[in-house]
């Protein structure tokens, strides 16, 4: 077996778990811990940058990481609980309210990356007004669209 084999069974094994774990979307979930990880290195690079390295600081940052996990997972359980209730007991369709976990998401990955082009911005790097700016309208068109819910 040669490497493209082996490179496309793990590939293919690896997308077939995230599907069955986090769903069709996977992607997006694998997106949000990438902009996890790379807000974390950014942000250390900018602590050590600036002398304001702290173990203490890191890992209260990598737990406010971990809780937002566990707002996604909120987010996203409670409505499929919800949803069931409807199905099951009171014959209501309640699907909507995935939108919440959608939402959370969404507005999640908006912060994430805020904060990344945040750090490199105070480590000294140019990064293009229209990045910071398109995230902002971003955050505002995914909030008026769950306004208008």
């Given at each position: 077996?040669?490497?493209i084999?082996?490179y496309n069974?793990?590939?293919g094994a690896?997308?077939?778990?995230l599907s069955a774990?986090?769903?069709t979307?996977?992607?997006?979930f694998a997106g ?5 990880v790379?807000?974390?290195l950014?942000?250390?690079y900018k ?9 203490y600081i890191g890992?209260k940052g990598i737990?406010?990481k971990?809780g937002y ?6 987010a996203f359980?409670?409505p499929?609980l ?6 099951d ?8 309210l995935?939108?919440?976990g959608?939402?959370?998401l969404?507005?999640?990955?908006v912060?994430e990356?805020?904060s ?6 105070e ?10 700016k ?5 955050e ?6 769950m306004n208008e819910?």
């Amino acid at each position: 077996m040669d490497f493209i084999d082996k490179y496309n069974i793990i590939t293919g094994a690896a997308v077939a778990v995230l599907s069955a774990i986090f769903g069709t979307y996977w992607y997006l979930f694998a997106g949000y811990l990438l902009f996890n990880v790379l807000d974390w290195l950014t942000g250390w690079y900018k602590a050590r940058k600036l002398n304001r390295e702290s173990s203490y600081i890191g890992l209260k940052g990598i737990l406010k990481k971990l809780g937002y996990w566990i707002i996604i997972l909120i987010a996203f359980s409670m409505p499929t609980l919800f949803i069931h209730l409807g199905q099951d007991l009171l014959g209501v369709n309640l699907d909507f309210l995935l939108l919440l976990g959608w939402f959370t998401l969404a507005c999640l990955l908006v912060n994430e990356i805020r904060s990344i082009l945040e750090n490199l911005v105070e480590c000294g790097y140019a990064v293009p007004d229209i990045l910071v700016k398109g995230l902002a309208v971003t955050e505002k068109l995914i909030s008026a669209k769950m306004n208008e819910l």
